[in-house]
């Protein structure tokens, strides 16, 4: 790896999206979205289970690393966790309009 990559993100990260994912090993986000080191904010979660843990670190990456693009990534075998995501997010849609404008 080179060394200005290293220094650049030393500095701090500024991903261009932010991907709630399985922990299924077959399905590496970096590899899916051709992404290097610092360009994707990636939460893993065994299921895909929607948690406090999980919205913080959405609200996190909204708030403060301001990414401007959001997805939930799963195997098709993970229809309950995008249920799961899509009916949390219906609930609290005001929080995450709010982190995601600043």
């Given at each position: 790896?080179q060394?200005?990559?290293?220094?650049?993100?030393?500095?701090?990260?500024?991903?261009?999206?932010?991907?709630?994912?399985?922990?299924?090993?077959?399905v590496?986000?970096?590899?899916i979205?051709?992404?290097?080191?610092?360009?994707?904010f990636?939460?893993?979660?065994?299921?895909?289970?929607?948690?406090?843990?999980v919205?913080?670190?959405?609200?996190?990456?909204?708030?403060?690393?301001?990414?401007?693009?959001f997805i939930?990534l799963?195997?098709?075998a993970?229809?309950?966790?995008r249920?799961?995501?899509?009916?949390?997010?219906?609930?609290?849609?005001a929080?995450?309009?709010?982190?995601?404008s600043?």
């Amino acid at each position: 790896m080179q060394n200005q990559i290293l220094a650049d993100l030393a500095k701090g990260q500024n991903p261009y999206a932010t991907i709630l994912s399985c922990s299924d090993s077959r399905v590496p986000p970096e590899l899916i979205f051709d992404a290097g080191f610092g360009e994707l904010f990636i939460i893993r979660v065994a299921g895909n289970v929607f948690s406090p843990e999980v919205a913080g670190s959405l609200q996190y990456a909204g708030r403060h690393l301001r990414t401007p693009l959001f997805i939930v990534l799963g195997t098709h075998a993970l229809r309950r966790g995008r249920r799961s995501a899509r009916h949390a997010l219906a609930r609290q849609p005001a929080a995450f309009a709010d982190s995601a404008s600043g």
